[in-house]
Every structure is written in C-alpha cells, then in structure tokens.
C-alpha cells in the first residue's frame, strides 16, 4: 500500500514564475491537507479538501496561493508568481476521513526554492 | 485546540527508553492527543494517538494522566534511527475539524 505520494520533490522557480506542486493520497483516503515549512520554522497549516472541495484555508496566504482536489488526479498546490518569502518545503497529508479521530498521513514533501 | 507544552529537548541512551512528556492542562472532554515525529527534512511520521486510555502499538505507548492534564509517549528501547522532533499534539473540534498545530516539540538526541 503506497504512502502519500509528493512530486517533484524538489523545484526551482524564479521569480515571478509559477509553482504547481502535486499530491496523490493514501489509496482510500479522501481528505488531503496541506502544509508549509519555511526554513528553521514549525510546520504550518494552510489548507484542507476533500473532493471537489475546499473545507477550511484559513492558513493559506490571501494572494498568489490556490489549492485543488479534483475528482480524478492528485491535488495540486498552485503558487503564482512566486517570491524568494516561498522557498519553503511544502508536505501534503492525507486522512481516511476528516474528524479529530484519524491520523494523518504525510508524504515526503516538495522543497521549492526560489531564486 | 488546547496549548501543549513540551521540553525542547532530551537524550536518550541507546536500547534505553526515551520518555518525552507533554503537558495539556487546558484539554476537554474531547480532545484527542497525538503524537508526531519528523526525522530531519522528513515528512512528519505519525506515532499513536490516544483519549482517555493507555494505547500502545509497534512503534510506541502512549500514558494519558486520568484527569489527561498531561500525557507521556515512551519509545521502550530508542535507536539512533529514534533520533527526532517529537510533536504532541491536541486536536478537538475546532472549526476545521482538519489541521493539526504543530508546536516547537521536543528534540530527541538518542546518543550510542
């Protein structure tokens, strides 16, 4: 049974360029999270979906940042015109269901760097 | 969410055990703790999780005090593979229902 699945694992983006990164779920799960951790810094919270939608994104930045979870395909976390601020790994979780009694799941992480 | 609190950091003898406590004085009722560890650069590994019960599985235990006002996850024999942040984590019901906080944690150094 394959684990959360990230990619790529590692990106480089200039300035004012797109970033797109990629999440596919634990097989049977249908919640995915996604997460950010700038360099030295804890892990932050930024968005949650299910299918087709967006439950909560209360820590995703106002501008620029955008998350999916289509019905088929991965999710995908969409930065636009990225900034040296961004640079960041970005981890992707995923949970058999939502709620407060399922563990999430983690994948390996995205390393965006931003030059 | 309740607020945890946990030591910055700790070591630990090889094949010893490690005890890393954390504190939760303000959770309710319904809040779950769990426990997380991130191995340098890795994605957060999930650990146990636990209410009111004593839980233990391959990995770890997990005590919750009965008035679970703190908790304590035990790594009966640690290896330097145990070498990690460790996360205790309080999740209720909160809006989201979704996202875990992570705090500070505690810095396990297990050491030969």
């Known amino acids: 049974n394959a684990g959360v699945m990230q990619n790529p694992r590692h990106l480089v983006r200039r300035r004012g360029q797109e970033a797109r990164l990629r999440c596919s779920p634990m097989?049977?799960?249908?919640?995915v999270y996604w997460y950010r951790q700038l360099p030295e810094e804890g892990l932050k919270f930024m968005v949650y979906?299910?299918?087709?939608?967006?439950?909560?994104e209360s820590g995703m930045p106002k501008e620029r940042f955008s998350a999916e979870f289509p019905k088929e395909g991965p999710s995908i976390l969409r930065i636009q015109q990225v900034v040296r601020g961004d640079s960041a790994a970005y981890f992707c979780?995923?949970?058999?269901?939502?709620?407060?009694?399922?563990?999430?799941?983690f994948g390996p992480g995205t390393r965006l760097t931003v030059t | 969410d309740a607020k945890t609190t946990q030591p910055p950091s700790m070591d630990c003898a090889e094949g010893r055990a490690a005890n890393l406590p954390c504190n939760h004085s303000?959770?309710?009722?319904?809040?779950?703790v769990y426990w997380y560890r991130q191995i340098h650069s890795q994605g957060p590994q999930y650990i146990i999780h636990?209410?009111?019960n004593n839980e233990t599985n391959e990995m770890a235990s997990l005590i919750i005090t009965e008035d679970r006002k703190s908790s304590t996850l035990i790594l009966p024999h640690a290896t330097l593979r145990d070498t990690a942040v460790y996360y205790c984590?309080?999740?209720?019901?909160?809006?989201?229902?979704?996202?875990?906080?992570f705090g500070k944690g505690t810095k396990l150094s297990v050491k030969p």
């Open positions: 979780a995923s949970s058999r269901t939502g709620g407060r009694s399922y563990e999430q799941y």
């Open positions: 097989k049977g799960h249908s919640h």
């Open positions: 979906l299910q299918k087709e939608n967006i439950i909560d």
């Open positions: 303000t959770i309710s009722g319904n809040e779950y």
């Open positions: 636990g209410l009111k």
């Open positions: 984590i309080v999740r209720g019901n909160g809006g989201s229902q979704g996202n875990l906080i």
